[in-house]
């Protein structure tokens, strides 16, 4: 049966949050190929939030609150329970989607039928509006089917910018609300392994990178427990795959895995434990290195040890810190 907008419900997951709030319903409302809406709040704690949102959206979304805080991924599963349609999309409070988004999406459909889980390419973006990365398609055709081993050891989807199905969703149990940190990789690997995937080399939606630490996936980061948690995910990922029939193993030398981010690391080194440095550390050297001032990095990191990083780390914060101070002067002035 042909995709059709009918069957969409694009949902906006909310929590505490008005700054950007407003351009994430707008590009939901704004779609050339209109849908269903709805506003799932996760019990913030602004009470006012509700009335601020309705009062400028009024009927043209349904709104939702939860009695209790759920958590990211348990509230992505209030989604899925009050989604209404057969298709789902989930939106976060601070990202917004392409005017052409659900467009795109049933083209994709028309391409690939009969797949569970479709996505796009994602443009990021800083918490002003500039571009940081732009989309990347690795090909010239029109879409691609991602093949579940490479899935497996590697999330190729950025957030936001998918369409799943939800009563498949439903069925695999939905999203694991315990997840630290791979709930979405998790359920789109699930859904690619029983139904198939399909991206659309078309730009659908933007994602904001956040300098600050407010945000979960931030705190994850600076924990240098991320690519703990990722290694996590591909064992289980794998595990699945064993059981589908395909001879996969975990590789403990991931060269083929995307290399660890080396600004990642210099930003947060600092503030790691000994034990976690260690561990990205050691994940940085096996690495392939992607341009020269990476393999550069390592150099250093291979003669001098951690204690090399961890200065590298402590030099940086302190411009970052410095530079900081200086603009606030001369706002101030």
């Known amino acids: 049966m ?32 209109p849908v269903r809406v709805m506003v799932v709040e996760d019990c913030g704690p602004d009470p006012a939030l509700r009335k601020f949102i309705e009062e400028r959206f009024g009927t043209r979304i349904q709104y939702h609150r939860n009695a209790h805080r759920r958590g990211l991924f348990d509230n992505w599963n209030a989604c899925l329970e009050l989604c209404p349609t057969r298709w789902l999309s989930i939106l976060h409070d601070d990202d917004f989607l392409h005017p052409g988004f659900i467009a795109a999406m049933l083209e994709l ?61 439903r069925d695999l149990k939905g999203f694991r609300p315990t997840s630290l940190f791979a709930g979405d990789w998790e359920m789109w690997f699930k859904l690619s392994a029983a139904h198939g995937n399909a991206q659309t080399n078309q730009p659908v939606a933007f994602v904001r990178a956040h300098s600050g630490s407010e945000r979960g996936t931030r705190q994850i980061e600076r924990s240098g427990k991320k690519f703990g948690l990722d290694n996590v995910q591909r064992k289980r990922n ?62 250093g990191v291979r003669l001098l040890g951690a204690p090399f ?25």
Not at 22 to 33: D, G, H
Not at 309 to 333: D, M
């Open 109 to 169: 459909s028309a391409r690939a039928p009969d797949r569970g889980f479709y996505f796009g390419q994602v443009t990021i973006i800083d918490s002003k509006g500039m571009q940081l990365a732009p989309p990347d398609f690795p090909s010239q055709a029109r879409w691609r089917e991602i093949d579940l081993v490479s899935f497996a050891n590697a999330d190729p989807v950025l957030f936001p910018g998918q369409l799943f199905r939800a009563d498949y969703a």
């Open 238 to 299: 794998l595990a699945i795959l064993r059981k589908m029939g395909h001879e996969v193993r975990f590789d403990r030398q991931p060269r083929d895995w995307p290399p660890i981010p080396s600004k990642l690391l210099i930003q947060n080194g600092a503030v790691f434990s000994p034990r976690i440095l260690a561990y990205n550390v050691r994940l940085l050297l096996q690495s392939r290195a992607p341009h020269w001032r990476y393999a550069l990095l390592q150099f």
């Open 309 to 333: 990083l961890k200065l590298l780390s402590q030099c940086w914060n302190y411009c970052e810190t410095r530079a900081q101070s200086r603009i606030k002067n001369r706002t101030i002035a």
């Open 2 to 33: 042909a995709l059709t907008a009918d069957q969409i419900t694009i949902a906006i997951t909310v929590f505490d949050r008005r700054d950007f709030v407003e351009q994430a319903i707008e590009s939901a409302l704004n779609q050339t190929v």
